[in-house]
């Protein structure tokens, strides 16, 4: 396997992670929140199991990244990590049942556009 | 009067998850610049471990590191509060501000093609910020609205 193509799969596999971690740390935060202030909601995340699921992806992220880094120059993976503001949409979606109106898809799809020109340049 | 608590207490909320995302990004830039100064001062020369070990050594990358804890906790109480697909893309506008600090303190640089790029993520975010933060759980704003109303009485 060519090495751009091992190090795009590393980028996806990267963002992935990293998707995971948000949705791991969102499923947490809805668990633990109340109207008590910051202090009662870290009391409450620090018995959520899912915020060390969540570190942990962050870690494997941190990882794939570096491994993606080694065989990709940056301009290249930095816009396909844009691929996690759709990852992130979708999976909100699917999972958390959050509502994805028209208007947010579109500023989604702006922001990926957006991110892949400032990679590029 | 329940609906105006209920108005206020959506507002507070509001300003809460604004306030968070505004933090959000400021740290983020602040780590961003903190983390490359910090790799600036590690010697090329070194390799992998050596140089991580030579990292934990500055303080510079210390300061990285609570900045990292400060962001974590930060971003807790702003998922607590919004949507996932809301906060995330919003975040975006990091790429603008730290373009904006390394064009200020690294003296980097500002192509015609970045420009457009950065314009694209602040007209993104204008349009993700017109729609609710939050969609996922109706009873919410129930919940949140006896706090304000304790505030009123």
């Not at chain 1, 590393?10 to 948000?22: D, I, M, N, P, R």
């Not at chain 2, 200020?104 to 993700?128: K, N, Q």
């Amino acid at each position: 396997m060519n090495a751009r193509i091992l190090g795009l799969i590393y980028v996806t596999l990267a963002v992935l992670f990293e998707t995971l971690g948000q949705l791991a740390c969102k499923h947490s935060a809805e668990n633990a929140r109340a109207d008590d202030g910051i202090l009662g909601l870290l009391r409450r995340l620090w018995r959520e199991k899912s915020v060390a699921l969540g570190i942990l992806c962050f870690a494997v992220d941190a990882g794939f990244w570096t491994l993606a880094l080694r065989r990709l120059e940056v301009s290249l993976a930095f816009p396909a990590s844009s691929l996690g503001f759709v990852f992130v949409v979708v999976l909100s979606r699917l999972w958390l049942q959050e509502q994805v109106s028209s208007e947010r898809w579109i500023g989604v799809s702006l922001i990926l556009g957006g991110v892949v020109l400032v990679g590029l340049s | 009067m329940q609906s105006v608590a209920e108005n206020i207490a959506i507002t507070h909320q509001r300003r809460t998850v604004w306030f968070g995302l505004a933090l959000a990004i400021a740290l983020d830039t602040i780590t961003q610049m903190c983390w490359k100064s910090a790799v600036e001062h590690v010697p090329e020369s070194l390799g992998l471990w050596p140089s991580l070990a030579y990292a934990f050594s500055l303080p510079l990358f210390h300061l990285t590191l609570l900045l990292f804890l400060l962001q974590f906790v930060n971003w807790m109480t702003v998922l607590a509060h919004a949507d996932l697909s809301y906060a995330q893309p919003i975040t975006a506008l990091s790429y603008v501000t730290v373009s904006a600090a390394s064009i200020i303190f690294f003296h980097e640089p500002l192509s015609s093609l970045r420009l457009t790029g950065l314009v694209l993520i602040l007209l993104g975010v204008w349009f993700i910020s017109r729609t609710d933060h939050r969609t996922a759980d109706s009873t919410a704003t129930q919940q949140e609205g006896t706090f304000p109303a304790e505030v009123l009485q």
